[in-house]
């Protein structure tokens, strides 16, 4: 199953939410969509950066990562992005693959 790191950043409308329900309860909601999308939450992490919370999961596949991406960001509590992740073995493969390609000038 592919992993992807959704980085989030809380609206106004996010904040308030957060206030009213706590961390804790933020983090049940998340494991819960993860879940019922049929991936696995491995942590999630608050933090005083550029942003709010790092979700690290496991997904189905990419078009559950983009689905959970679109469904967090029409409710307007949070702005999402998500990163695919690639594990040491999969670059490896990545850089042993033929792609033939010609730089320009050349």
């Known amino acids: 199953m592919p992993t992807f790191l959704l980085k989030s950043t809380y ?3 996010g904040l308030h939410g957060l206030i009213r329900d706590g961390g804790t309860r933020r983090a ?6 993860v ?3 049929g991936g696995h939450l491995a942590s999630i992490h ?3 950066a550029d942003d709010d919370t790092y ?6 596949d990419h078009r559950t ?3 959970l991406a679109i469904a967090i960001g029409a409710a307007r509590g ?3 992005q998500v990163v695919p992740l690639l594990s040491p073995a ?3 493969e990545a850089a042993r693959m033929p792609t033939g390609y010609t730089p320009p000038g050349e």
């Open 78 to 80: 949070l702005r999402t």
């Open 90 to 92: 999969e670059v490896d």
């Open 55 to 60: 979700v690290l999961c496991d997904l189905p």
């Open 35 to 37: 879940e019922n999308a």
């Open 65 to 67: 990562a983009a689905a």
């Open 28 to 33: 049940e909601v998340v494991r819960a969509l």
């Open 46 to 48: 608050f933090a005083f």
């Open 11 to 13: 609206t106004a409308q």
